[in-house]
């Protein structure tokens, strides 16, 4: 005969989302009991809640997220905010992630349903929708629009309009595009194209304004023929570049405003018969670490991504504990040089399809 003075319960089996009525029906206790249980409430016997701790356990009960925030007033998580996971974001999350190991939040990476139609504003609506209720404060990567009044802490990483009134994070992104032109020019080139960036977004002003600062420096005339849009998407560059490679007076140099505009730039030039970087150097902006294994190696700017996620994670968190926080924080670029990149060559080859 067992002495045990409360054996250890029968666990069922179930199928589906287990509830608070599953661990009460299955620890013997009443539903009430169970909710003391588990929010650390008094007036439990130390047996009980030993047996209704076990049945949690075994059974894997979660309480709803929803219904923790309502009642504590919070959800421990943090909301990672983003149009999608790209390359970019993907290395800005590792370092938010590295940053929020033992600092006591959960972290929520959520990509709404975005589309053409509703691509401005998709920030607005998730911290509307999901702010205060299944997460405490917000990161932001690469807002659409000026981040909007919110109630829950905000930090914005590469702000839309530059700093406001929330907290944000950026590179240097005029000194990056100088060093990248700088370098194109020290090569010999004067005909240096550009590929902008997302026109809505600040960044992308302040690389082609570095862009057009270096040209003035050296003395070369800004030509506007040589601009194009590539809204920082590879896909959306194509065209560009084929407009800019295929120009009676073609550029010997592309800085393209971040490294997927510049794969962009690289496959249609392998598609013209151009070869890089003896007919055509291309200089991107981000070091993602598809850069460094691409065909040629692509030199670029190097932006601190993880270290801009973790400073975005410090920074909120002092929002969040009310402690004084930085409201806006500049970290520095820098030129990495890998093949995409040689002299100019003395006579220039027409582009062609291959």
Do not use: C
């Amino acid at each position: 005969m067992s002495t045990d003075a409360h054996p250890s319960p029968t666990v069922p089996t179930t199928i589906g989302r287990v509830t608070i009525t599953d661990v009460a029906r299955a620890a013997g206790v009443s539903v009430a009991t169970v909710s003391k249980v588990i929010n650390g409430r008094y007036g439990v016997a130390p047996a009980t809640s030993e047996r209704v701790l076990e049945v949690v356990e075994q059974l894997g009960y979660e309480t709803s997220l929803v219904a923790s925030s309502l009642r504590r007033g919070r959800t421990d998580v943090i909301g990672i905010l983003l149009a999608g996971f790209d390359p970019f974001a993907t290395e800005l999350l590792k370092g938010i992630s590295t940053a929020a190991i033992g600092k006591g939040y959960e972290l929520l990476a959520y990509s709404g349903a975005i589309s053409d139609d509703n691509a401005v504003g998709w920030e607005r609506r998730s911290l509307s929708r999901l702010g205060g209720t299944l997460f405490d404060g917000a990161i932001i990567l690469t807002p659409t629009i000026a981040v909007p009044p919110s109630s829950v802490p905000v930090v914005a990483v590469d702000p839309h309009t530059g700093t406001g009134n929330a907290s944000t994070i950026e590179s240097d992104n005029v000194g990056g595009a100088r060093a990248a032109t700088r370098h194109l020019i020290e090569l010999g080139h004067t005909r240096i194209a550009h590929v902008r960036g997302r026109t809505d977004l600040e960044s992308a002003g302040l690389r082609e304004r570095g862009y057009r600062d270096s040209l003035a420096e050296a003395g070369i005339p800004y030509d506007p023929e040589l601009v194009r849009d590539g809204g920082y998407r590879a896909a959306w560059t194509l065209d560009a570049a084929r407009e800019l490679l295929t120009l009676p007076d073609r550029p010997t140099a592309v800085f393209a405003a971040n490294d997927l505009s510049a794969f962009g730039v690289l496959e249609v030039a392998n598609e013209l018969g151009l070869r890089v970087p003896q007919d055509l150097s291309i200089v991107g902006f981000d070091d993602i670490p598809e850069a460094a294994s691409a065909t040629p190696r692509l030199t670029t700017v190097a932006q601190p991504l993880q270290e801009m996620g973790a400073r975005a994670v410090s920074m909120l968190l002092a929002l969040l504990e009310g402690r004084p926080a930085e409201a806006h924080v500049r970290l520095p670029s820098r030129l990495v040089v890998r093949k995409s990149t040689a002299p100019a060559p003395t006579v220039i080859s027409p582009a062609t399809p291959s």
